[in-house]
């Protein structure tokens, strides 16, 4: 039984309240790629979008080793956006982020913010820029991708204001284990009771097919130490680009994700304590194509890293990453209400 006497009720549902997209709720860059959403409500009553962002000239793939963090302003989750400025880049040299900064998911903890994020290095290779540049217009087909790629891990930068300066980890906060194996990247973080919990997603074990897992880590400390799970969030569909929260209404973690199986689609897995996750009650919230306020319907060549802004419990904004033909960017659908 949940404190307040009700039994926990895993019944939240929005895929019905999604509501179309104008162009006021689409973020571009000319000259970049952008990809990744994390946003946060500031103590000015303004939302921030933290983002991911890659020059075009350097191919779509150089994501992996030439991403930045960048931030941008809105008076509204769902735009229209404004950049600001630029809060991460790899760090170069022998770190363990010396390359790339990708997929951020920004948290407040206690008046701290806390920049989790996707970064990698050459390991005990030497690469030119030169190299880099080739790997990035090459991506699998590069013979040396698989390094950079099997070297991705997930930190953590603090900072006591959204203007930094931010200090990194000096180690990434957990390594491969248990149900992801490889690599670590798409960290996803909510806190309970004292308690920080944080989904990644890795390779998954003994699979002979590209197939990846969602494992759950949990630390005392925002800043970890992390511990792997021995149980999966998700291993029964290739899965990614996770977005978890804490709905303390409804006494339930949910964790949103994308997939290209099953025809792919935007899903929904819920858990009662954060440990032993199963499909939600809305498992599936929207295929990947999205009605626009003109009426028509906006089918992109792919639709990934889903976010779900929650404000009191209940979803504001469900925002998604796209790529048509050679332009990637962000739209964020306006969700209505429950009592609309």
Known sequence: MALNGQTKQDNLSF???????????IFKEESYFIWDTSIIKGEDGKFYLIYSRWKK????????????????????????????GTLLKGRGGKHWDALTA????????????????????PGDKVFTEDDLIALGQQGGKHPDWS???????????VANSLEGPWERTEQPLLEPSGPVKTMLNNPAVTEKDGLYYMIVKGDKPNETRFVRNQAMSIAKSPTGPFEIQEKAVIDYLDT????????SKREYFYA????NSEGGFIGMVSSPNGINWNKASEFIITPKRFLMSDGSYF???????????????????LAIAVKKGANSYLIFIPISSVSE
């Open 15 to 25: 895929g019905k309240r999604l509501m179309p997209v104008s162009e006021e709720n």
């Open 57 to 84: 000239d350097l191919g779509f793939n150089a994501w992996l080793v030439s991403s930045e963090i960048a931030y941008a302003e809105s008076n509204s989750p769902v735009g229209p956006w404004a950049y600001k």
């Open 102 to 121: 990708h997929n951020p998911m920004m948290k407040v903890f206690d008046g701290k913010y806390y920049l989790y994020y996707n970064a990698t290095n």
């Open 147 to 157: 390094i950079i790629r099997n070297n991705q891990r997930i930190g953590v930068a």
């Open 240 to 247: 990614e680009d996770v977005v978890l929260w804490y709905d």
């Open 256 to 259: 949103v994700f994308h997939t």
């Open 299 to 317: 089918t992109p060549h792919r639709a990934e890293r889903p976010f779900v802004y929650v404000e009191d419990n209940e979803p504001q904004a």
